[in-house]
T-cell receptor
Framework: DGGITQSPKYLFRKEGQNVTLSCEQN?????MYWYRQDPGQGLRLIYY???????QKGDIAEGYSVSREKKESFPLTVTSAQKNPTAFYLC?????????????FGPGTRLTVL | AQSVTQLGSHVSVSEGALVLLRCNYS??????LFWYVQYPNQGLQLLLK??????LVKGINGFEAEFKKSETSFHLTKPSAHMSDAAEYFC?????????????FGSGTQLTVLP
């Protein structure tokens, strides 16, 4: 089955640690996205990538980093510089980036900082 | 700049009653509009989308939405609510940033269905 997988589903981190969230898709989509979701605030874009080896900052990129070495994979690293990292993180992909097509979402990773 | 406003962060309806979730958008160009549904601790699933074809858009699970340019609205409706419709619903507009389009989401509406 084609789709987007995110791992782990739940992640606990101590303050000061970097953690990496995995996102893999087998939909052959060019564009991939990372969102952060907080209660009552909808989804906010962290980073996006239109093609391999290229990515751009979204609205809230500070304290995060990404890589896009393969078309299928778009991992997100939450660094210790992110002041309030506890949130639900969603990865998405889209067949093209001109906005006509919808984005397909993974099941999410819930990150909790202890 | 594009933006989305969802009126009502919480909506309650009785089972079998009409569901109406409101979404107003702001866009400097003809918009592409989307409605997504999210069940607890899950990702978002597309309900329907408007991409400048028919103004009345039909989606999955009996939902539909009508694009009204004069009112800058894209409200989501369902004639008869079912218990399984209880979830959070997000309206989104496609926006241009540089050479790419991304989605701007509303803050969401939590739908409760009462027995």
């Amino acid at each position: 089955d084609g789709g987007i997988t995110q791992s782990p589903k739940y992640l606990f981190r101590k303050e000061g640690q970097n953690v990496t969230l995995s996102c893999e898709q087998n939909l052959n989509h060019d564009a991939m996205y990372w969102y952060r979701q907080d209660p009552g605030q909808g989804l906010r874009l962290i980073y996006y990538s239109q093609i391999v080896n290229d990515f751009q900052k979204g609205d809230i990129a500070e304290g995060y980093s990404v890589s896009r070495e393969k078309k299928e994979s778009f991992p997100l690293t939450v660094t210790s510089a992110q002041k309030n990292p506890t949130a639900f993180y969603l990865c998405a992909s889209s067949p093209e980036d001109r906005g006509r097509n919808e984005q397909f979402f993974g099941p999410g990773t819930r990150l909790t900082v202890l | 700049a594009q933006s989305v406003t969802q009126l009502g962060s919480h909506v309650s309806v009785s089972e079998g009653a009409l569901v109406l979730l409101r979404c107003n958008y702001s866009s400097s160009v003809p918009p592409y509009l989307f409605w997504y549904v999210q069940y607890p601790n899950q990702g978002l699933q597309l309900l329907l989308k408007y991409t400048s074809a028919a103004t009345l858009v039909k989606g999955i699970n009996g939902f539909e939405a009508e694009f009204k340019k004069s009112e800058t609205s894209f409200h989501l409706t369902k004639p008869s609510a079912h218990m399984s419709d209880a979830a959070e619903y997000f309206c989104a507009v496609s926006r241009v940033s540089g050479s790419a389009r991304q989605l701007t989401f509303g803050s969401g509406t939590q739908l409760t269905v009462l027995p």
